[in-house]
DNA sequence: CGATGTTGTGACAACGATGTCTAATCGTTA
DNA sequence: TAACGATTAGACATCGTTGTCACAACATCG
């Protein structure tokens, strides 16, 4: 053997340096480097300019976990999000409403997809609990959330999105459903309807049951009879309501109205409208709003959802938990809003 | 002092249990613990059953961090991926199809937007490599990627998808830019057309070049004067689309054909036709489908992208990479499709 | 001039886990 | 029954970093 090789000289092509290297470079102890690196004070320039020098040859970076492993109060400075489904319009508006709020304090986002599996829900949650994430934003699927009551009781922030939590008393943004969707209501009621239907999402989900509610509880107010209210539930796709849509409007005294609750449910009316050459003869207003709405035939109305004050909301209020706030949980109520386009006040025809 | 309090006793209210905790309570050693948790051999059926109960009841959890920072090869099972945005659609349907495929191996994905911010991208690459990520999928934005060279050399797994990476030789995926709108060219031509424009997205963005490459050279392979092309560039938003489109029809001798590059370009020119009630007069191919197209009045024949399986064939490629596949890099090309709704098939207007 | 800060710095333990190694226990076998 | 391998379990060092503390060097004060 004729040289001995050094422990801590960095292989530059393949070990990743650690702080014991730019240490031994700069030729200052390893706490010296931790002090530039995380720009505490006490370092004279001159040391500090030796450190930055030797840790930018070595193309150093900070390993933050091993950091946050050590470091009081352990925050790793990410998040968990939960949505219904990354892809889903919706879900990513307020996806990126969270990131541009949460990227201002260096936090970065893991997001994952539930596609309605209950289990998935709670192996996920898990999942980021083991990667010790500072916080959790989740759409809930399952029918309780009181599995993440221990972790809730450790502090946990956590604030729930789109639907509120059940079994646990913790933070939640939602829109507000049932509001909303009395607004179609009584937008319908305004225009002259007294025949309107309404196609529902599955109604094991909160807001398709609050959109629901709201809307016949505001036709009953009006005075019509709410048990004659064409209803059809169950509907969670394009086709399932596009047929949904067809019986209603083929049948025996067929509505002079529709309201959607949904995005598919709407798309699925849509067609049916179009098939049978009705779709300026008939009014519709979906709930939540679509790209290119305004380019239909007729534009279609819609009660409008904001899921970037949504994901706006839901991040104040992680960071404010994070930040220690001690206030007793909340429901946050986002106001939708009604955007006439033409295809929901057309006016019943004779 | 009467009762001394155990320095390893959960406090179950506020204190995160740690393997400590669940060994004391087991009546173990933390080693074995450690084994149990991670499913080792050499740990008998009673011990098992005795640290798995006192887990439980102190609702104890493994920190994958702690863990991967001793563990051999130092994985964390998380990897950065870097969007233009997580909301948009086509983005997300990549997003999705990677999150699908490397759930399946309990990777989780921490997602962010770029936003067409060169800084940007190298702040959140140098974000997530503080996080010691596992690999990495971007789509690159700045002029120049060899800023990551040190990374990819200490064999960082690395993907780029829907643009080829500059200055660094590394593993892509991408959609047949050139070859989707050469496409839609011979069918502009085929359907008759000799007067089509090409409305195309800023210059500096890769794919907009070759899809505007692959239109030109094809016109010109039919025999027509590539130079009296009418070409708009530049647009990246769907107003600045909408006038180029209006400049073009009502210019003289206007178009009768018109290929946008990129959704929002689309969008623009949808509306220009409609504006000006040409519609149904002249043919448009979109670059990139979207939802709704077949509801549009005429239906809108599009080169269709695949993001889904972008998606799946990025995180095909980073799987293998992080499992020592030490293949060339290579790029991958996925193919369009054209899909005829009837805004394509026009025929010129005499 | 000695006592007293003030700075700048590094040694050391610790964070929560795993890799290595050694030891105790057990059942088998010669 | 002594010797042996197999099985089970724990002690200890360690991963890369930060919190604590001690200490040297130098400036400041009565």
């Keep these: 053997m004729t040289t ?3 422990r801590y000289q960095a292989d530059p092509a393949k070990n990743r340096p650690t702080m014991r290297h730019v240490a031994a470079l700069a030729g200052v102890g390893i706490k010296t480097v931790s002090r530039v690196m ?8 001159a040391t500090r300019r030796r450190v930055l020098d030797a840790s930018q040859q070595l193309n150093y970076q900070l390993d933050m976990a091993a950091g946050s492993l050590r470091r009081t109060g352990r925050q790793t400075l990410s998040i968990g999000l939960l949505l219904p489904s990354v892809a889903n319009p919706f879900s990513s ?4 409403a969270l990131e541009d709020a949460l990227a201002a304090r260096g936090i970065a986002v893991f997001a994952a997809s539930l596609d309605d599996d209950p289990e998935r829900e709670k192996a996920l949650v898990a999942a980021f609990l083991g990667r010790r994430v500072d916080g959790l934003v989740l759409t809930p699927i399952a029918r309780s959330q009181s599995y993440v009551i221990p972790e809730h009781s450790r502090d946990l922030p956590m604030v729930f999105i789109d639907r509120e939590p059940v079994g646990i008393d913790a933070d939640a943004v939602v829109t507000d459903n049932a509001v909303g969707a009395a607004r179609a209501a009584a937008h319908f009621l305004a225009h002259g309807h007294t025949k309107i239907a309404f196609l529902g999402d599955r109604t094991d989900i909160q807001t398709a049951r609050e959109r629901r509610r709201g809307f016949i509880e505001e036709l009953g107010r009006a005075g019509l009879a709410t048990s ?3 209803v059809r539930d169950g509907l969670h796709d394009e086709e399932s309501a596009r047929l949904a849509a067809l019986e209603l409007l083929t049948a025996e005294d067929p509505p002079t109205a529709i309201f959607s609750s949904q995005n598919l449910v709407t798309f699925g009316a849509m067609r049916a409208l179009k098939e049978l050459a009705l779709s300026k003869r008939v009014a519709l207003i979906g709930f939540d709003d679509f790209t290119l709405a305004d380019m239909m ?3 279609v109305t819609v009660i409008a959802q904001h ?3 949504i994901g ?3 991040a104040e209020r992680l960071l404010a938990r994070i930040d220690g706030d001690k206030q007793p949980a909340r429901t946050y109520v986002v106001p939708s809003e009604l955007i006439q386009r033409g295809s929901g006040e057309i006016r019943p025809q004779s």
Tied chains: 1, 2.
């Design 4 to 6: 001995m090789s050094n």
């Design 38 to 45: 995380n720009d505490e004070p006490g370092v004279s320039e």
């Design 93 to 96: 508006e307020i996806h990126r």
């Design 228 to 230: 004659t209210v064409p």
């Design 297 to 299: 035939e007729p534009a």
């Design 307 to 309: 899921p970037e004050r």
């Design 312 to 314: 706006r909301l839901a």
